[in-house]
């Protein structure tokens, strides 16, 4: 079983940067990929951002794509989400994923309970 826990999330200006954690346990996690969502008040929840096993290919939401990066330490078992230029448009509640293909990019097997982030005008 694999659990995660997301944090660094809070509130932050317009323009200013956040960035988000996803520390995993229960299983290395170095051949699973790694994926970021988001669910704002009354909206269906989408996908941010994934990174893949081995290459760590990465993929990003046309609405992120420039100013957010996702990324891997496999040695600490961590994801990332480094979000820069935030807009009030990203206020959500993140959610970090987990599934042991090396390649998917909407399906996950495991979630983070998720981490508040509100982006003030």
């Known amino acids: 079983q694999v659990a995660l826990v997301e944090s660094g999330g809070g509130l932050v200006q317009a323009g200013g940067s956040l960035t988000l954690s996803c520390a995993a346990s229960g299983r290395t996690l170095n051949t699973y990929t790694m994926g970021w969502f988001r669910q704002a008040p009354g909206k269906e929840r989408e996908f941010v951002a994934r990174i893949s096993a081995g290459l760590g290919i990465t993929n990003y939401a046309d609405s992120v794509r420039g100013r957010f990066t996702i990324s891997r330490d496999n040695a600490k078992n961590t994801g990332y989400l480094q979000m820069n230029s935030l807009k009030p448009e990203d206020t959500a509640v993140y959610y970090c994923?987990?599934?042991?293909?090396?390649?998917?990019?909407?399906?996950?097997?495991?979630w983070g309970q998720g981490t508040q982030v509100t982006v003030s005008s």
């Open positions: 994923a987990a599934d042991p293909k090396r390649d998917t990019y909407y399906t996950y097997s495991y």
